[in-house]
């Protein structure tokens, strides 16, 4: 009853109205009753999505995968927005770097999106980005919040058996 009464009441005419509405005590009171009946256990965890950027062509297939998991994919190509960083961070790879672990560490977990046969044998394999991300994920956080996909796990059809998807012999795998 208070959700639907404060839902009844989140439709403002002006910014008058709104402003009428932040300061007045009953609204506020029924926000913070709502917020006390939310139950912050069960929301879905943010998943930061790891990958190559040479395979970034693949984020909608990972973003469907995390959504059908129970998971919301936060992506720092996706969020930050690789290119506006640059300019707003003038050129400083190390800024765009920081911003990138800063998102990364306000997710609850961490995973790691590869190329078949990369799963978690071979370190080697995984790109510089992806190392680092590890890096200052496992100096941080529980290595049981890491998880590594392939891309036949995400749907990607280029990668799954039995596939004949490829447009040309050379995108054969």
């Known amino acids: 009853m208070i959700k639907q ?16 509405a932040i300061s ?3 609204h506020l009171e029924n926000l913070k009753q709502v917020l006390k009946e939310t139950d912050t ?16 062509k693949y984020v909608d297939f990972i ?6 998991k129970g998971g919301i994919p936060v992506n720092p190509i996706e969020t930050l927005n690789y290119y506006l960083s640059t300019i707003a961070h003038k050129g400083s ?11 990364m560490l306000s997710c609850d977990e961490i ?10 044998t071979s370190m080697e394999l995984l790109a510089e980005g992806i ?5 200052v994920w496992l100096s941080t956080k529980s290595a049981a919040s890491v998880a ?10 280029k990668y799954l058996p039995q596939s004949d998807w490829s447009l040309t012999r050379k995108e054969k795998v």
């Open 131 to 135: 190392l680092a991300e590890l890096y």
């Open 63 to 68: 973003r469907k995968f995390v959504y059908e």
């Open 148 to 157: 590594f996909y392939n891309w036949a796990d995400v749907g990607v059809p």
């Open 93 to 103: 790879k190390k800024e765009i770097i920081r911003d990138c672990f800063k998102l």
């Open 41 to 56: 256990k069960s929301f879905r965890p943010l998943v930061y999505t790891s990958l190559d950027g040479d395979d970034y």
């Open 111 to 120: 995973w790691v999106f590869t190329k078949p046969g990369n799963k978690c």
């Open 5 to 20: 009464k404060l839902l009844e009441n989140m439709v403002f005419e002006s910014l008058e109205d709104f402003e009428n």
């Open 24 to 26: 007045d005590k009953n």
